[in-house]
């Protein structure tokens, strides 16, 4: 009794490791939704947990035992010794797991975050979705061109309404000035023959719940275009430039210049003219809820323009004002003011569309959000998968809409986490393994050659654009990158140098190192990926007696 109650005890020993270390099984990409893991640490414990004593252990590959060799070598150097690392590969046509280190431990993804919303965004409204804004009124217009009434900008959430020049290549190109999709409308306004507007311009951004800065954005995000607030209305990544160039003499105070203009925010400028070839020190703050931007620090005489990108405080207002001001430069009299309007019109009567626009397709919209991991741009997405299929405007709703369809992909109910659609927030909870599941979901999709395609290319464009360079990993990797201090990550695809198709994550946390020092880590992991796995088994070649 004794002997089997010892066996009994190793067993359960046994259970509870597996439980708590190994990683789910993965099935094959193709199969659609990914069985969940439940039950007890004796369901989910291996059969190989109750073979005798005796049993021989499974045979390792030789490819992996090297790769692993490599990732352990690599974790151990200084810097990131003390740091927090979760690694999970698996091959992308069989499922098999081949490498896992803290498969199913929580890390903070950082811009991962956003693999999980594009693909929520691709289910959800289709490739081809495109968004609508348009200029509405409830006023009525007489034959002289006077509208008695307000002219309305309703947003929907479209995340283009800039510039910026499709379909993107491996640089972001700009085709105007900022304005020129409310210019456009504006164009449209007085092609329609209104030459006098009796009420107010208005800025209607109620498609979504006014709640502008996600839980757990840090404060000093906020003042930056990677930290803007979320609006249904979205004018140039709801930011506008500060341009910055040196005086004509030393100790001058700099020039700056705005644009897009905004006629609500004053800067302060203490930025002065310093002897040619010296540093460049720029610093710029402001408070949150203030109109006054202090900027401060010293520019050399012979330096070029410098431009410092800042948040717009209330997105709809500053919309309100531009579309007033355009439609002044075209000759429009306005005798009411412009304003924002953050909840629904309640007034009776059906609005009028006067002018309208049409975004780009969603595809390209995530290849924007993917390639340079735009913050903003995944926020909007994420309201607006979740307003299309629930007409609930809210933040609480979208998060919850969300949750249900990465557990519908497979995903295991825990394992993804989110305060937020873009990673910016520190609250953001995921597994590696929760990673890795949904990437072989999306591959089983018929968007799934659309979603790889907006990820950045190890060496080629976006945010790898500049790693992995001159490496075997160059051109092989498509993933997406994600950074904050002490946080890095890197989710995808691998084609290894042998052909070998993989998904995989990688996340680093609570480390302390900076810029390269930390990207290389992750870098030669997926250097290391590329080199060995798959490799052919390496066979000791026959001697023959010479006879």
């Known amino acids: 009794m004794r002997w089997v109650a010892a066996v009994l005890g190793l067993v359960l020993v046994a259970a509870l490791a597996a439980a708590q ?110 968004f609508r804004t348009t200029i509405e009124t409830r006023g009525a217009l007489d034959r002289s061109g006077r509208l008695l009434g307000d002219l309305v900008l309703v947003g929907r959430g479209d995340p283009n309404l800039s510039n910026r020049k499709f379909p993107l290549g491996k640089e972001v190109e700009r085709d105007g000035p900022p304005e020129k999709i409310i210019a456009e409308l504006a164009d449209a306004v007085v092609s329609r023959g209104i030459k006098q507007i009796d009420g107010d311009i208005v800025a209607d951004d109620s498609y979504f719940e006014y709640d502008r800065y996600p839980s757990g954005w840090a404060l000093e995000d906020t003042a930056w275009r990677d930290g803007a607030p979320v609006s249904a209305i979205a004018v140039n990544d709801n930011a506008f430039d500060i341009q910055l160039r040196p005086a004509e003499r030393e100790g001058e105070p700099a020039w700056y210049a705005i644009e897009p203009w905004v006629d609500a925010y004053r800067v302060q400028n203490e930025i002065i003219t310093g002897p040619t070839g010296s540093e460049r020190k720029l610093g710029l703050r402001r408070e949150p809820g203030s109109l006054l931007i202090r900027v401060w620090g010293t520019t050399p005489l012979n330096a070029g323009a410098q431009s410092l990108t800042v948040a717009v405080e209330d997105p709809a207002e500053q919309a309100a004002h531009l579309l ?164 890095n990550a890197l989710g995808g695809y691998a084609t290894t140098a042998h052909d070998a198709k993989l998904v995989f994550s990688i996340f680093g946390n609570n480390h302390t190192l900076r810029g390269r020092a930390a990207t290389s880590v992750v870098d030669a992991i997926c250097v290391a990926m590329v080199e060995e796995l798959g490799a052919p088994v390496r066979r000791a070649a026959r001697r023959t007696k010479k006879k």
């Not at 069985?35 to 640490?41: E, L, M, N």
């Not at 035992?65 to 352990?72: D, G, M, N």
């Not at 690694?87 to 999980?116: H, M």
């Open 21 to 130: 270390e190994g990683p789910a099984p993965l099935v094959p990409a193709g199969t659609g939704a990914l069985p969940r893991v439940a039950g007890s640490a004796l369901q989910q414990m291996p059969v190989a947990a109750f073979a005798p004593a005796t049993a021989p252990k499974p045979k390792t590959r030789a490819d992996v035992a090297r790769f692993r060799a490599r990732v352990e070598a690599t974790l151990s150097e200084a810097g990131a010794d003390k740091g927090y690392w979760g690694v999970l590969v698996a091959d992308a046509v069989t499922g098999e797991t081949l490498y896992a280190l803290n498969p199913r431990r929580y890390f903070v993804p950082a811009s991962n975050t956003k693999l999980f919303t594009t693909a929520l965004a691709l289910a959800t409204l289709g490739p081809g979705y495109r």
């Open 324 to 487: 007033k001001r355009l439609l002044e430069a075209r000759g429009v009299r306005i005798y009411g003011a412009g304003r924002a309007r953050h909840t629904p019109d309640a007034s009776p009567g059906a609005a009028t569309v006067l002018a309208e626009h049409t975004s780009v397709p969603l595809s390209d919209a995530v290849r924007v959000i993917n390639k340079i991991s735009q913050n903003l741009h995944a926020e909007l997405l994420l309201r607006a998968a979740a307003r299309e299929k629930t007409s609930t405007p809210g933040m609480e709703a979208a998060l919850k809409f969300a949750q249900e369809f990465f557990e519908s992909a497979g995903i295991e109910g825990g394992d993804a986490n989110f305060s937020d659609g873009s990673g910016l927030s520190r609250r953001n909870l995921v597994t590696p393994q929760a990673v890795v599941r949904l990437l072989q979901y999306v591959a089983a999709q018929p968007w799934a050659e659309v979603y790889r395609s907006t990820l950045p290319v190890a060496g080629e464009d976006g945010t790898l654009a500049d790693r992995m360079k001159n490496t075997s990993a160059a051109g092989r990797i498509q993933a997406k990158t994600g950074s904050l201090e002490h946080v």
